[in-house]
Structure formats: structure tokens, C-alpha cells
């Protein structure tokens, strides 16, 4: 049997961010629920997060993200040949996200497919889009976390109406013939506690999700360290060099925890659940496309992703800022 | 070799410094963590997390919401680790 071959190395190209318009404020939520700006900031550090409005979808805000990352990577839709939608929320279960992503952002018939890691899904597709592209089944890949979690929230419950949020954010995976060191995307590592599945959940369709903080912030805060520097010693980086550590923006309590015992001094510690909330497999790559907007990180320097979430499921990458 | 009360409330000084940035001078036994040392329960977690790494005793969310003081934290540290 004939087999493709692929290249040594991918790398991300571009990044593309999208946050619907309407900003809640946490004085909006305690108007309506037993809470306060103060005790929001402090027990999970947001101040502000978007919601999408109402006929707005998972699939709308997937195609304004990865329009921004198709057109800050240079490529034009008829390079891309495969499309990754990492979701836990999308609207219907068929057709997938992906395709219709794709059509509407004039991408032919590239393959497509949604995942759902939760809120580790970003990492997830991006470690199979820079398989894809490595093993030669792909040339050019679009991945995109989007979420509307807003769609599955009780808004009378202020253990969860407070964090999740809504946006979607993109990446531009491409091959890199040359060396290895000319590469982009490090080894992924992940995993799952499938004996956790209860810690995070939507029991069926007519239910809003469900989170036992306590437990998720002691697992988060005692098992993904070592995830994470695992990601850097595969990729050959000392934690020391990182210039930027994004994790998913679920609480910047965990974010901070997490930080501490990387052990990466240098690392800008992405904080873009303050206005963002935790918008699950989008946090990642929306965080990074507003801080490469921002002028915070060079090009080229190290950044350290890590995603985690329901199953539970995670997984952690080095990659280098387009 | 079983960890001293005086090793143990050093150890836990350190870990309340960096987690919760109260001056390990502070985190004197008979003071409270909820009121003395304006630490959450959020913090308490991180808190155990940590003695979990520096003392090889974990404590579990069922017991730590009943630990009220440093020295109950530095007596539960010391009953684990002399049965361990």
C-alpha cells in the first residue's frame, strides 16, 4: 500500500480571536443573584465576560474567529484542506460545526470534524491538527475552539453563572519543512480521570452544567504541574525559558496556583479570564490571539498551553508565538 | 524520622507565605485561618496541596473544612505522619 508522507515539524501560523459584543459586568449578575463584584474577583478573578446574543451561534463565532486567523496567516480558504472544531456546545449534535464553519468561510470541501474535550479541547485538536499535518493526511489546518456555554448555564445559580462565558478562538497549523529546532508545535501530553466524570457535568438536554468547584480546584491545582512540565521536557525546554504560560482560563485562582508550581519565572502568566470568563475550549487560543494583539509576546518565543476540563481530560504543548 | 511540632509549623509557615502572602511571623499556632489570617477556602486547598508535597500527608476536603487553626493543622500533620 502507497502511503502519504508528511514533514518534519508544524507550527502555528496565525491566531484569531472573536468575543460576541454584549459584556455582563459582575454588578449585572448580583443584581439578579446572591452575589457581589467583590467575592467574584477574588474567588475567581473575572470582572467582565461576553455573552453571545440570542440567534447567535457556536458556528457564527467559529467563523469570525478563524476568519481573523485565515487572514492574519497569509493563506487563502483554497489552502486549507482540513477543519477541527473543538466544542462541548454546540446547538445540535448533526451536522458538526466544522463543515458548515468551513462552507460559510469559503474553505471547499476540506475534511471536518468537531471534538469535544471540554474545556482541554483546543489543545486537543491542536495536537491533532499538527499530527495531521506531520503524517501528511493534512496540508494546511484550521482549529477552532467555540463555545456558547451561555446555552447551558442556570442563571439563578451563582456557582456557575458567574464563570462561564461565550467567544471562540482560532489557529492556522501549517507544515515546516527544515530542521526540527524550525518547529512549532511540541509533543503533546494528555490524558483523562474518566473516575472524575462526575466532578463536571450536563446530565441530559434539559439540564444546565453542573461543577463541584472544591474538587475540580484541588485536582487542577495538584495534577496539571506536573502535566505541564512534562510538556516542556518532552519538547526539550526548560520551564525557565517559557515566555508565556496559557492555561485554560477556568479560575485565575488555578491559573496562579498552576503557575507557581511550573516553575517558569519569566512566563507571562495569561490573565484573560478577567474580562473573557471561562469560555472552555476557546479560552486558550483567544487568550493568546489578544496578547499577540497586544504586542505581549514576540514572535518566536515559547509559550506553554495547557487545557483541562470535563472527562476530565487534559493535555499540555510547548509552541512557538507565530 | 517523625517531623518535630516546631518543623512542622515552620514548614507550614513557608507554604502560607507563598500561597496566601501572610509573612510566615504570622501563622502562630492559636491563630485562625479563616479570621486571624483572612485565608478562604479556596487557599486552604492550595494550602493542603502543598503540605501534601512538603509533609507527605494529605488532607482531604472532609477533613480540612474542620481544621480551624494553624495547630490543628500542625496536630493532624503530626497524628499522620507518626501512623505513616
Known amino acids: 500500500m502507497r502511503l502519504t508522507s508528511g514533514t518534519t515539524g508544524a507550527r502555528v501560523l496565525a491566531f484569531g480571536g472573536y468575543q460576541p459584543a454584549r459584556v455582563v459586568t459582575n454588578d449585572e449578575l448580583a443584581a439578579t443573584v446572591d452575589t457581589n463584584d467583590e467575592w467574584i474577583r477574588s474567588r475567581v478573578g473575572i470582572a467582565s465576560r461576553r455573552i453571545a446574543g440570542p440567534d447567535e451561534t457556536v458556528a457564527d463565532m467559529a467563523v469570525q474567529a478563524g476568519g481573523k486567523a485565515l487572514a492574519a496567516s497569509g493563506l487563502s480558504p483554497a489552502d486549507i484542506d482540513l477543519v477541527i472544531v473543538a466544542t462541548c456546545t454546540p446547538e445540535v449534535q448533526i451536522p458538526n460545526t466544522a463543515a458548515q464553519t468551513a462552507r460559510r468561510l469559503g474553505i471547499d470541501a476540506p475534511g471536518a470534524y468537531d471534538m469535544n474535550a ?55 497549523v501549517s507544515p515546516v519543512a527544515e530542521a526540527e529546532d524550525k518547529a512549532g508545535i511540541g509533543p503533546v501530553v494528555w490524558g483523562s480521570a474518566g473516575d472524575m466524570a462526575d466532578k463536571i457535568y450536563i446530565k441530559d438536554r434539559d439540564s444546565f452544567i453542573f461543577q463541584e468547584g472544591q474538587a475540580v480546584f484541588r485536582w487542577a491545582t495538584t495534577a496539571l504541574a506536573p502535566v505541564a512540565r512534562q510538556a516542556c521536557e518532552l519538547a526539550g525546554v526548560d520551564p525557565a525559558d517559557l515566555a508565556a ?78 | 524520622m517523625a517531623m518535630t511540632e516546631q ?78
Open chain 1, 118 to 172: 471540554a474545556c482541554a479541547g483546543f489543545c486537543y485538536a491542536l495536537a491533532s491538527a499538527s499530527d495531521a499535518v506531520r503524517a501528511g493526511s493534512a496540508r494546511n489546518v484550521l482549529v477552532i475552539g467555540a463555545e456558547k456555554l451561555s446555552q447551558w448555564v442556570d442563571w439563578t445559580d451563582r456557582s456557575t453563572c458567574i464563570i462561564f462565558a461565550d467567544g471562540a478562538g482560532a489557529a492556522v
Open chain 1, 245 to 322: 504560560f496559557v492555561p485554560h482560563q477556568a479560575n485565575l485562582r488555578i491559573i496562579e496556583a498552576i503557575a507557581r508550581r511550573v516553575g517558569a519565572p519569566q512566563a507571562l502568566v495569561a490573565d484573560d479570564i478577567v474580562t473573557a470568563g471561562n469560555t472552555s475550549s476557546a479560552s486558550i487560543p483567544l487568550a493568546l490571539s489578544r496578547m499577540i494583539e497586544r504586542g505581549q509576546l514576540q514572535s518566536g518565543s515559547l509559550a506553554l498551553l495547557i487545557g483541562f476540563g470535563a472527562g476530565i481530560c487534559y493535555a499540555a504543548q510547548v509552541i512557538k508565538v507565530p
Open chain 2, 7 to 84: 518543623e512542622i509549623l515552620a514548614g507550614l509557615g513557608e507554604i502560607i507565605d507563598e500561597v496566601a502572602g501572610v509573612p510566615a511571623d504570622q501563622v502562630t499556632p492559636d491563630k485562625t485561618f479563616v479570621d486571624d489570617l483572612d485565608i478562604d477556602s479556596l487557599s486552604m486547598v492550595e494550602i493542603a496541596v502543598a503540605a501534601q508535597d512538603k509533609f507527605g500527608v494529605e488532607i482531604p476536603d472532609e477533613q480540612l473544612k474542620d481544621l480551624k487553626t494553624v495547630q490543628d493543622v500542625v496536630n493532624y500533620v503530626m497524628r499522620a505522619d507518626v501512623s505513616a
